[in-house]
């Protein structure tokens, strides 16, 4: 059994920040990406950065220059730091991971998803 559970989320102003965390626990072999997704009201759900095991990273457009993710890959955790927030960085933000679970082939798990809201 894999657990992500997520924390930082949260209300704030527009340019400000804000820094997620995502921990992965359970019988855990090892594990490839991590990544951060988003979903907005209405709209439907969106990369916003991802990273490899090797400490390569990929960002959404709309979050370069802005949001850092970075790994820790003894504690099994993931952040995702966002700086210069805007209102349309609104969403809930969910915490992936590719786990691969003994002997089972890799499998995406999902947390359960933290709000983050920002005002004007």
């Known amino acids: 059994q894999v657990q992500l559970v997520e924390s930082g989320g949260g209300l704030v102003q527009a340019g400000g920040s804000l820094r997620l965390s995502c921990a992965a626990s359970?019988?855990?072999?090892?594990?490839?990406?991590m990544g951060w997704y988003r979903q907005a009201p209405g709209k439907q759900r969106e990369l916003v950065a991802t990273?490899?095991?090797?400490?390569?990273?990929n960002y959404a457009e709309s979050v370069k220059g802005r949001f850092t993710i970075s790994r820790d890959n003894a504690k099994n955790t993931v952040y995702l730091q966002m700086n210069s927030l805007k209102r349309e960085d609104t969403a809930v933000y969910y915490c992936?991971?590719?786990?691969?679970?003994?002997?089972?082939?890799?499998?995406?798990?999902w947390g359960q998803g933290t709000q983050v809201t920002v005002s004007s």
């Open positions: 359970g019988s855990i072999f090892s594990i490839n990406a």
């Open positions: 990273i490899i095991s090797g400490g390569s990273t």
């Open positions: 992936n991971a590719n786990i691969r679970v003994w002997p089972r082939v890799p499998y995406d798990y």
